[in-house]
């Protein structure tokens, strides 16, 4: 069986994590060796099934941004930590010589990371045997682009890569529609349909509460906003009786985690994480979330109506949008600009969350985690 290597480097949000997780414990299912080489902040818990984690000296965006890179005590990141990381990187990949080599998002994304990615783009392709080397990217990628940058996308994914795996379904969004020189790399891309969760992972269990409304925000490194808009639009709701779940994630500050909680009337809960997130979800009343592709898809999962904020950053953020946008297109959710979040807008849209057709099946791909497994598993054994 080959072993599969996977890189990964999420800055704010866990979503990029959270894919390379469900891919890789699907990998790991069939018999294959899986390693993830993680460079975010460390997640308690984060233990995937049958999977190796080399966690390296942690990197976050900092107030300037993702390329504002900070260590894991939010020091700005110089020189020798960065050189330093990047030896470990290095040392780990010579020293397990995998068969396949999985970067997540480079060269679409994570430009900011090219001090170790391209070193270890390199020292990969000096390995012998070489191993299959594999870009792993969503769907929808961020607008607008700098002038050229797709020319050099499409460059460095001819000299350096073998395949792309786009983790989409194309009837859905295709690459193209947000990367304009895709017809280039044609050959290159393999459409794995979309990475959600296991369908056995939303099956509710016998305790499992009923009727809440959850209001989720992933990570929580953003997202106290929505917490707070949430509780101030309850009593305009249809949902203004039923009971109200709040998860802040493990990167909201505590201070703010407390403070949500002294603030909660009756009936309403704060938590940190739910390990029983998907069951509690496919049991909800309502789903209120950021439009993130992984809560998109567990909403998809679970058929339960729900509100999509979308988060712009500093406005140069479009891809939730976009998400959020094509969703509401075929009737799935309702949406709402983070711009516009207050707590009479919020109300007006889980209104039209509640209207929507009775839960159904999309008619998506969903299983992009079990395709991935098995077009990796192909390509390490060839």
């Known amino acids: 069986m080959p072993r599969i290597l996977f890189y990964v480097q999420y800055l704010k949000g866990i979503g990029h ?36 984690v080399h966690q390296l000296p942690a990197l976050q965006a900092g107030p300037g941004g993702f390329r504002d890179l900070r260590d894991a005590d939010g020091q700005p990141a110089g020189r020798a930590y960065l ?10 990949v010579r020293d397990r010589r995998p068969d396949v080599l999985v970067v997540e998002a480079f060269p679409f994304g994570r430009r900011q990371m090219g001090f ?26 961020q607008s607008p682009r700098k002038p050229g940058r797709d020319a050099e996308t499409v460059a460095r994914l001819r000299t350096c890569f073998d395949h792309v795996l786009v983790h989409g379904d194309p009837s859905f969004v295709p690459l193209r529609e947000t990367f304009a020189a895709a017809d280039e790399i044609a050959d290159l891309i393999a459409y794995t349909g ?75 809960t704060v938590e940190r994480f739910r390990d029983d997130f998907r069951r509690l979800l496919s049991a909800a009343a ?60 919020l109300a007006r849209a889980i209104g039209e969350a509640l209207a929507l057709a009775p839960r159904g099946a999309p008619k998506l791909d969903l299983d992009g985690a079990a395709t991935s497994a098995d077009l990796l598993g192909r390509w390490g054994s060839s």
């Open 17 to 52: 994590l959270q894919r390379v997780r469900l891919i890789a414990e699907a990998a790991a299912a069939r018999g294959h060796e899986v390693e993830i080489l993680s460079g975010g902040l460390a997640l308690a818990g984060f233990a995937p099934e049958g999977v190796t």
């Open 83 to 92: 050189d330093g990381r990047r030896d470990r990187l290095l040392e780990i």
């Open 116 to 141: 170790e990615l391209l070193p270890l783009l390199e020292a990969a392709r000096g390995l012998e045997p070489r191993p299959t080397i594999v870009c792993s990217v969503r769907d929808i990628l």
């Open 194 to 268: 979309l990475v959600a969760a296991p369908r056995s992972d939303y099956a509710p269990a016998p305790d499992t509460p009923t009727g809440e409304a959850l209001v989720s925000i992933g990570g929580g490194a953003v997202g106290s906003k929505l917490l707070r808009t949430a509780l101030e639009a309850r009593p305009a709701t249809a949902l203004a009786e039923a009971p109200w779940r709040l998860l802040a994630g493990p990167n909201l500050p505590e201070g703010e985690v407390q403070a949500l909680r002294a603030d909660c009337p009756e009936g309403v």
């Open 286 to 345: 309502l789903s209120l979330s950021y439009a993130g592709y992984n809560t998109t898809l567990d909403v998809m999962r679970a058929r339960v109506p729900a509100v999509l904020v979308t988060y712009s950053g500093d406005g140069g953020e479009s891809e939730q949008r976009f998400r959020a946008s094509r969703m509401a297109e075929r009737g799935l959710t309702a949406t709402l600009a983070d711009r516009d979040l207050a707590p009479a807008t």
